[in-house]
């Protein structure tokens, strides 16, 4: 399958139009694109308390009961470091400073993924070719799950909705012990290749998988026993595995998001903006808690127009686009509360799987 290209059927002016607004809305407020004090609070403080939980937990021996929980919020800050810090970061609107967008965009290292092997799956394939059968890397999770219908369907996917929990847990250890080594050997996601990696790249790529094992791996299994360090890092990463994929499934496979296929000249018939609210769904806008928590993933339609904006100005903006889209006619998918999200992700994939 050859990489398709967008183009504008519709003759619209949608993505300009979205653009205008959103700009203006920056220069009259008189505020910068990027992240802002708040943010940077939110990062120390995500890594201050997760520095200090793996300190305890490997140096100072806390009790089972309390060590599981600890290892529990180990997990969730390793879901929120990464949505909250990296993915900023990754984007380069952590902050307008370059070398700080890289400090926050490389601690994805330090939690055992490869920056490089993500920058390249998440904003150069996902965001450009979202929900595309056979380019988006993140609905290749083939053949245990069946994501759309252009997907071969195998028995088991009629049971999906139900075991697709517990492979959700595993992602974190996928992609710290397999995924982004398929990646680096291979120099491609899935059938884009990655560019050339420079002899830094290799050298940050191996340095930070060794620093990582050694912190993670080598270090507490010395000091407490391979059966604790076991049960430790399988109860932080199936946590974070767990928290990563929902966040991420509920943004673009549920019951209304679309799935273009290209037509016979490869085209994907809408243009780029277009497709990305099609495919794209927002939850939860309302709820605080779960924006804070969530770096503003919660309002991935206004991520995938504008990445480079931070996620702190989503809530702002959002009113911006959900305007235009319903000036331009175009359907902009939110659910009000996470759970509905949840429920129509599971009769996304029910569906899926009995079709």
């Known amino acids: 399958m050859a990489v398709p290209k967008f183009r504008n059927n519709n003759n619209t002016n949608f993505h300009q139009e979205l653009k205008k607004r959103v700009q203006a809305y920056f220069t009259e407020n008189k505020i910068e694109q990027t992240g802002n004090f708040s943010l940077y609070f939110k990062a120390i403080l995500f890594w201050s308390l997760y520095v200090s939980l793996y ?83 993140d609905i290749e999770i083939k053949p245990l799950l069946r994501m759309c219908e252009t997907q071969k369907k195998y028995a088991v996917h009629k049971f999906q909705h ?99 296929v290209p037509v016979d000249t490869n085209d994907i018939e809408n243009e780029w903006a277009i497709h990305q609210v099609q495919t794209t769904a927002n939850f939860a806008t309302k709820n605080k808690v779960i924006c804070w928590l969530v770096g503003g993933l919660n309002f991935q339609i206004e991520h995938h127009l504008f990445p480079k904006i931070s996620h702190i100005h989503y809530p702002a903006i959002s009113k911006i686009i959900k305007k235009t889209c319903e000036e331009f006619d175009i359907k902009y998918i939110e659910f009000k509360r996470m759970r509905d999200a949840v429920i129509s992700h599971t009769m996304h994939l029910k569906k899926m799987g009995n079709a």
């Open 162 to 260: 139900i075991y697709v929990w517990f492979l959700y847990c595993l992602l974190l250890i996928m992609w710290v012990f397999a995924t982004d080594y398929q990646k680096y050997f291979k120099q491609k996601v899935g059938i884009v290749p990655i560019k050339k990696l420079s002899t830094f790249d290799h050298f940050a790529f191996w340095a930070a998988k060794i620093g990582y094992y050694s912190m993670m791996i080598v270090l507490p299994i010395y000091m407490l026993g391979f059966i604790k360090w076991m049960i430790g890092f399988l109860v932080i990463s199936m946590f974070a595995g767990f928290v990563l994929s929902i966040v991420f499934q509920l943004a673009h496979t549920v019951e209304d998001t679309a799935f273009p």
């Open 55 to 137: 300190v305890h937990l490997v140096f100072f021996t806390p009790p089972n009961w309390m060590a599981v929980v600890e290892c529990i919020l180990m997990g969730g800050l390793t879901a929120a470091i990464g949505f909250n810090v990296m993915h900023d970061g990754g984007h380069g609107s952590f902050s307008a400073n370059k070398f700080w967008n890289k400090i926050a965009a490389y601690s994805v290292n330090g939690l055992g993924a490869s920056m490089l092997m993500w920058s390249n799956k998440h904003n150069i394939v996902h965001h450009t070719y979202t929900n595309i059968d056979g380019v988006d890397d």
